[in-house]
């Protein structure tokens, strides 16, 4: 599937048991996108886009990315 931060090739990896969407992308690495977080993050210019994935790498100390409503909200 398309990266929805970058629009390149990216992998889906979400698993079954978990809530929103898992993604592997060459540029990006590794992230979670949150459900209700997906439709804004479309919506935001490529800009937005990067800014919402840098602020979800550095809220996230332990484990994987989440891009979540807040990262999706204006700064
Ligand atoms: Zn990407």
């Given at each position: ?52 994935l ?22």
């Open positions: 599937m398309q990266c929805p931060v970058c629009s390149a090739e990216a992998q889906n990896r979400t698993p079954a048991t978990l809530p929103g969407i898992v993604l592997a992308c060459g540029s990006c690495g590794e992230y979670r996108i949150a459900g209700a977080a997906y439709e804004h993050l479309a919506k935001l210019s490529s800009d937005r886009r990067a800014l919402a840098d602020h979800a790498k550095r809220a996230s100390k332990h484990g994987l990315p989440m891009i979540d409503l807040a990262a999706v909200s204006p700064l």
